[in-house]
Nanobody, 124 residues
Framework: HVQLVESGGGSAQAGGSLKLSCVAS????????MGWFRQAPGKEREAVAV??????????YYSDSVKDRFTISWDNANKTLYLQMDNSKPLDTAMYYC????????????????WGHGTQVTVS
């Protein structure tokens, strides 16, 4: 079992930056997907940025709406997943969730075993 604890959410002005963190309770093994998803009120949960542990940037996926603004990274030593959010926009307002140990296609939410409780991001 893996527990995931997100932090770093809050409010930002449009054009500002936030950095989300997600600490895992144990090691995440290579080949598994880890990612950030978000869900705004009345909308479906969507993949924001996902990656496959141990495979480098070649497996990273960003949604079109965040490409060139957000950066996902994994600190293996500290078992922490990050999401650097730059040039934020009001459309980024949502609850952000960390997900771990996904298999198959990393951008599919239903492929993940473990989820955090979420951290709220509000951009105005």
């Amino acid at each position: 079992h893996v527990q995931l604890v997100e932090s770093g959410g809050g409010s930002a002005q449009a054009g500002g930056s936030l950095k989300l963190s997600c600490v895992a309770s144990r090691k995440i093994y290579h080949r598994y997907c880890m990612g950030w998803f978000r869900q705004a009120p009345g909308k479906e949960r969507e993949a924001v940025a996902v990656m496959r542990v141990g495979y480098g940037d070649g497996t990273t996926y960003y949604s079109d709406s965040v490409k060139d603004r957000f950066t996902i990274s994994w600190d293996n030593a500290n078992k922490t997943l990050y999401l650097q959010m730059d040039n934020s926009k009001p459309l980024d307002t949502a609850m952000y969730y960390c997900a771990a140990e996904g298999g198959g296609l990393c951008r599919r939410a239903d492929n993940y075993k473990y989820w955090g409780h979420g951290t709220q991001v509000t951009v105005s």
